[in-house]
């Protein structure tokens, strides 16, 4: 019958439950199948130096015991398992210590949940009887806290394990973003040279044909065509090389508040046929930064265009700018439903995308261009009802110097997640 | 009297492309493949101008254009490339002009005008 309990205990002890429903069964089943009226196991909590109930069979438990507090307390101090049984249920008083616990029980057994130094709490036995258990249970009991403990032990180490590979996985991704980034870099320099050359050779000879063409001759849309998909192609390696290298930033002091409507303006349309409602809030304190107005001013286009393409059945669009000590900040908020939680660490990584015509480089050229202004963008999602984006930018005094050490430790973030 | 521009360039549709369009805004043109041939060329021929490549196999632009000032200090020199952030690079400041490649060349052609005229 002993060993039956013990089974069952390593039953549970390695079964796929949490550990507290793990606690809190095996608990239950010894309340149940030992001569006992009460059976508590206490968790060590190294931070708050306390034990704490986590489960109990039976009865009610006190919440917590401090380090020196009652039986637990004792059991701490001499490390070893501790048995006290008195005349009067009624005092709280056992073995010489005082325990809240004991009120209506004539015994208690307490032994220590513990790996050699390393506590993790007690199993506490209570009994209304006079007599507590014959010696071969106590020393069942005392195989069973071996079994909790190590259980215990297993669950903390698999927590760190799990955290551990969390951490390089989250490393790893980095990582794998980073060398993509390089890789851009160093695709698109060779694209400009491999493409670009030829682009130039097609290009220019077509407007030198098109020059000797007469007008009105029924082959000039035909050269027409080829210089439009050229002029096209050009602009399209323009667009991946401003971003993939540093372009030489044009500085000037621009104002944030004045980039920002800009960029709304151009929007304003399309907002119109979308039925999207647009509130601007801009802040009346000056927000003067250094910057090359014009990358600005496509950082914050990309965000809109993203906002607005979120609400393609109408929503609100928010956009308001606000001083905050020597930065200027910028939330852009849409209704659109936010981000998957699971795929919201990739939104800035070059080509991700989960629109049909989306080349997936909007919010990776621009968070270079804010970062590349000493700024940072936040991400705060709110998946089911829509997004804040956040841009903070240091200010700069009237005379355009750039305030010294821009970043001051700020981190763009997605929702607490650090972005790339 | 006409004036005579160099064209540096390994490709030879864009060398074909900038004498064509260079002799018709009246500038007399010749050609070099390489870097080597350009410092050839400058020896046994007075010119007004060079427009040179940056990316050539064997001597490159930086190089010929290092080249180039060292012996012919006045000699305006417009370094052409596929590569916008090459600006920034040093050894390119010796240049006269920048000019990033594109199959529309009238930027091109307004700098050739602004140091011809500079300079005349
Ligand atoms: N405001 C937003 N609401 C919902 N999802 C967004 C929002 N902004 C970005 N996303 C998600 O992030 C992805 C990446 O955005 P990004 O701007 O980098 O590329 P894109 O918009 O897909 O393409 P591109 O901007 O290059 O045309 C989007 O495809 C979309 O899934
Ligand atoms: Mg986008």
Same mark, same amino acid.
């Given at each position: 019958?002993?060993?039956?309990?013990?089974?069952?205990?390593?039953?549970?002890? /390695?079964?796929? #439950?949490?550990?507290?429903?793990?606690?809190?069964?095996?608990?239950?089943?010894?309340?149940?199948?030992?001569?006992?009226?009460?059976?508590?196991?206490?968790?060590?909590?190294? $931070?708050?130096?306390?034990?704490?109930?986590?489960?109990?069979?039976?009865?009610?438990?006190?919440?917590?015991?401090?380090?020196?507090?009652?039986?637990? =307390?004792?059991?701490?101090?001499? %490390?070893?398992?501790?048995?006290?049984?008195?005349?009067?249920?009624?005092?709280?008083?056992?073995?010489?210590?005082?325990?809240?616990?004991?009120?209506?029980?004539?015994? &208690?057994?307490? *032994?220590?949940?513990?790996?050699?130094?390393?506590?993790?709490?007690?199993?506490?036995?209570?009994?209304?009887?006079?007599?507590?258990?014959? =010696?071969?249970?106590?020393?069942?009991?005392?195989?069973?806290?071996?079994?909790? &403990?190590?259980?215990?032990?297993?669950?903390?180490?698999?927590?760190?394990?799990?955290? &551990?590979?969390? $951490?390089?996985?989250?490393?790893?991704?980095?990582?794998?973003?980073?060398?993509?980034?390089?890789? !851009? %870099?160093?695709?698109?320099?060779?694209?400009?040279?491999?493409?670009?050359?030829?682009?130039?050779?097609?290009?220019?000879?077509?407007?030198?044909?098109?020059?000797?063409?007469?007008?009105?001759?029924?082959?000039?849309? *035909?050269?027409?065509?080829?210089?439009?998909?050229?002029?096209?192609?050009?602009?399209?390696?323009? /667009?991946?090389?401003? #971003?993939?290298?540093?372009?030489?930033?044009?500085?000037?002091?621009?104002?944030?508040?004045?980039?920002?409507?800009?960029?709304?303006? !151009?929007?304003?349309?399309?907002?119109?046929?979308?039925?999207?409602?647009?509130?601007?809030?801009?802040?009346?304190?000056?927000?003067?930064?250094?910057?090359?107005?014009?990358?600005?001013?496509?950082?914050?286009?990309?965000?809109?265009?993203?906002?607005?393409?979120?609400?393609?059945?109408?929503?609100?669009?928010?956009?308001?700018?606000?001083?905050?000590?020597?930065? =200027?900040?910028?939330?852009?908020?849409?209704? %659109?439903?936010?981000?998957?939680?699971?795929?919201?660490?990739?939104?800035?990584?070059?080509?991700?995308?989960?629109?049909?015509?989306?080349? =997936?480089?909007?919010?990776?050229?621009?968070?270079?261009?804010?970062?590349?202004?000493?700024?940072?963008?936040?991400?705060?999602?709110?998946?089911?009802?829509?997004?804040?984006?956040?841009? $903070?930018?240091?200010?700069? /005094? &009237?005379?355009?110097?750039?305030?010294? %050490?821009?970043?001051?430790?700020?981190?763009?973030?997605?929702?607490?997640?650090?972005?790339? | 009297?006409?004036?005579?521009?160099?064209?540096?360039? @390994?490709?030879?549709?864009?060398?074909?492309?900038?004498?064509?369009?260079?002799?018709?805004?009246?500038?007399?043109?010749?050609?070099?493949?390489?870097?080597?041939?350009?410092?050839?060329?400058?020896?046994?021929?007075?010119?007004?101008?060079?427009?040179?490549?940056?990316?050539?196999?064997?001597?490159?632009?930086?190089?010929?254009?290092?080249?180039?000032?060292?012996?012919?200090?006045?000699?305006?020199?417009?370094?052409?490339?596929?590569?916008?952030?090459?600006?920034? @690079?040093?050894?390119?400041?010796?240049?006269?002009?920048?000019?990033?490649?594109?199959?529309?060349?009238?930027?091109?052609?307004?700098?050739?005008? @602004?140091?011809?005229?500079?300079?005349?």
């Amino acid at each position: 019958m002993g060993y039956d309990i013990l089974s069952r205990v390593i039953e549970l002890t /390695d079964s796929d #439950f949490a550990l507290d429903v793990k606690l809190r069964k095996v608990a239950g089943l010894l309340a149940r199948q030992l001569p006992v009226d009460g059976c508590e196991v206490y968790l060590w909590d190294r $931070k708050d130096r306390r034990f704490r109930a986590t489960a109990h069979g039976r009865g009610g438990a006190v919440e917590a015991y401090g380090e020196k507090q009652g039986l637990p =307390g004792r059991v701490k101090k001499t %490390g070893r398992a501790i048995e006290v049984s008195k005349k009067d249920p009624e005092s709280c008083r056992g073995g010489g210590v005082e325990d809240m616990g004991l009120r209506g029980f004539r015994g &208690a057994m307490v *032994y220590p949940l513990r790996d050699g130094k390393e506590w993790y709490g007690v199993l506490y036995l209570k009994t209304e009887r006079k007599s507590l258990l014959p =010696g071969r249970r106590k020393k069942m009991i005392g195989v069973i806290s071996k079994q909790i &403990a190590s259980s215990i032990k297993s669950e903390r180490n698999y927590v760190r394990l799990r955290n &551990a590979y969390n $951490k390089l996985k989250d490393l790893q991704v980095r990582l794998v973003n980073a060398e993509k980034l390089m890789a !851009l %870099g160093e695709l698109s320099a060779s694209l400009a040279h491999e493409i670009r050359n030829p682009l130039v050779s097609i290009g220019g000879f077509a407007a030198r044909l098109r020059k000797k063409i007469e007008p009105g001759s029924p082959h000039l849309p *035909y050269v027409e065509h080829i210089s439009k998909q050229v002029t096209r192609l050009e602009e399209i390696i323009n /667009d991946i090389l401003n #971003f993939a290298e540093h372009r030489e930033m044009k500085l000037n002091v621009a104002e944030v508040n004045a980039v920002v409507e800009d960029a709304l303006w !151009l929007f304003e349309e399309a907002c119109h046929n979308q039925k999207i409602k647009v509130v601007k809030a801009l802040s009346k304190e000056p927000m003067p930064v250094v910057a090359d107005a014009h990358q600005l001013k496509i950082a914050f286009d990309n965000l809109i265009a993203n906002a607005i393409q979120s609400m393609e059945h109408g929503g609100k669009l928010t956009v308001r700018t606000r001083r905050e000590n020597d930065l =200027g900040v910028v939330d852009i908020t849409d209704s %659109g439903g936010g981000i998957e939680p699971g795929i919201i660490g990739n939104i800035f990584n070059p080509f991700f995308t989960t629109k049909k015509t989306g080349t =997936g480089l909007g919010l990776t050229i621009t968070h270079k261009i804010i970062t590349r202004h000493r700024g940072v963008i936040d991400v705060a999602n709110d998946y089911g009802r829509g997004i804040t984006f956040t841009v $903070k930018l240091p200010c700069t /005094d &009237a005379r355009g110097t750039l305030p010294p %050490g821009g970043e001051r430790g700020m981190k763009s973030s997605i929702a607490g997640v650090l972005a790339p | 009297m006409k004036k005579r521009v160099l064209v540096v360039d @390994d490709e030879e549709g864009i060398r074909l492309l900038y004498k064509e369009e260079l002799e018709e805004e009246g500038c007399s043109v010749e050609l070099a493949a390489s870097g080597e041939e350009a410092l050839k060329r400058l020896e046994a021929s007075s010119i007004d101008l060079v427009l040179l490549d940056i990316k050539m196999p064997g001597m490159d632009g930086v190089e010929v254009l290092r080249k180039i000032k060292e012996k012919w200090k006045d000699l305006p020199v417009i370094l052409c490339t596929a590569y916008p952030h090459y600006k920034q @690079d040093f050894g390119t400041w010796a240049s006269d002009a920048y000019v990033v490649k594109s199959s529309d060349l009238r930027e091109l052609k307004e700098k050739i005008k @602004d140091i011809l005229q500079r300079k005349a």
